[in-house]
Every structure is written in structure tokens, then in C-alpha cells.
């Protein structure tokens, strides 16, 4: 999971708006991925975008796609207390097979 | 939500006995996984299904073995555990189409004392 990079905590008031980074390695990747933990829980598919798209919106979810850079962000708009998990960057490696970063720990404090 | 079980949710056990955890699923998807979860690392595969007896390794892989002999079952054992396999441990299925999306069963929390 090295290969794709998270930051690991972020800390965001009720109501304000959050963004969650990653970068990733292989540029051959088809399609990238948003996974949301919450605690004792397993991992729940939030979204998804497809390599040759900038950008896919899905209610308060926001994907952004940097191929050039390799960058992926999540925006989630108006952040609720029910947000508050961990949030998991993936992407598929050439053999088809997921690889995760270690996960952004997001705190939504009132 | 995927109709994934996995069982037992918690295990403690001892150094040098031997672990098997279960992931059963109800959707008839052809891929399974098992990855382990721990601290600063994320999720890494352990090893994968993509059939009945067709199985192969993932990048941890090490110290474990696993068996389907049904499409629905995948089991994951620990042959002789270790406290460094102290983990929680999670299944997930695919049907590995257009998006090759997986869903996650609950976890196995798994302490080697």
C-alpha cells in the first residue's frame, strides 16, 4: 500500500467543507478509489472515478482526477458528524489488484 | 450492502497453534480476497480467488495458506500462528467486471498472545 500516499489525519468543523488527498504511482491505473471505514467496521465503496475523467460528482462527493500528477482528491461538501471515519485512497495496480493507502483519519468536530 | 460473513469476528489464540477464518459469501462472485489491516499500512493482500481451487499470493502472503473449494467459501489459515499476524483481518468480493469493484466483509480481529 506504500505506493499510494495519504496524509493520515484531518481535523474539520460541522458544516465546512473537507478535502482529502492521495497520490498515487502506477499511471496505468483504469480506475481509482474512495473507501470509507467507520470504527469496527469494514471497507464501504463511497465512489469511484475512471482514468480518462477530471472529475465525477455524486451528491456532497466530489472527485477530483490529476493524471498528470497523479493526484486524486475527495471533497465532501457540508461535512456531518457521520463522516467522521477513515477514508481509503486505492487504485488498480497492472495485475488488477487494488492497492490502498494507509488511510486519512477524518475528525468532525461540532 | 454484498452478503459477506466472515467468522469468527474476534479470536485470541496462542503462538504456534494453528488459525482458520472463514469468509462466506452469498452473491456468486467469481473473486475473493483476504487482506490484513494494520496501523500505518493500510490494507495488503494477502492472497486472492479468482475460482474454484484457483487461488494465488498477494504481496503478504508469507505464513498463511488458503482454500475454496466452493464458490461461495473462502478460507484463510494460519498454519502456525505468530504475534506478528496480531491483525484484523478482512474478505472482500468481486465480480471483477468494468470497474472491478470489491466489497468488504465485517473483519476478524485476531490477537496471537
Known amino acids: ?110 | 450492502d454484498a452478503g459477506i460473513t466472515q467468522s469468527p469476528r474476534h479470536k485470541v489464540t496462542e503462538t504456534g497453534t494453528p488459525v482458520t477464518l472463514r469468509c462466506h459469501q452469498t452473491e456468486n462472485h467469481r473473486y475473493m480476497y483476504w487482506y490484513r489491516q494494520d496501523p500505518g499500512h493500510g490494507l495488503r493482500l494477502i492472497h486472492y480467488s479468482y475460482g474454484v481451487k484457483d487461488t494465488d499470493k498477494g504481496e503478504v502472503s508469507d505464513g498463511y495458506s488458503v482454500s475454496r473449494s466452493k464458490t461461495e467459501d473462502f478460507l484463510l489459515t494460519l498454519e502456525s500462528a505468530t504475534s506478528s499476524q496480531t491483525s484484523v483481518y478482512f474478505c472482500a468480493i468481486s465480480e471483477q467486471g468494468s470497474s472491478y469493484e470489491q466489497y468488504f466483509g465485517p473483519g476478524t480481529r485476531l490477537t496471537v498472545t
Open chain 1, 1 to 110: 500500500g506504500e505506493d499510494v500516499e495519504q496524509s493520515l489525519f484531518l481535523s474539520v468543523r460541522e458544516g465546512d467543507s473537507s478535502v482529502i488527498n492521495c497520490t498515487y504511482t502506477d499511471s496505468s491505473s483504469t480506475y481509482l478509489y474512495w473507501y470509507k471505514q467507520e470504527p469496527g467496521a469494514g471497507l464501504q465503496l463511497l465512489t469511484y472515478i475512471f482514468s480518462n475523467m477530471d472529475m465525477k460528482q455524486d451528491q456532497r462527493l466530489t472527485v477530483l482526477l490529476n493524471k498528470k500528477d497523479k493526484h486524486l482528491s475527495l471533497r465532501i461538501a457540508d461535512t456531518q458528524t457521520g463522516d467522521s471515519a477513515i477514508y481509503f485512497c486505492a487504485e488498480i495496480d497492472s495485475w488488477g489488484k487494488l492497492q490502498f493507502g494507509a488511510g486519512t483519519q477524518v475528525v468532525v468536530t461540532p
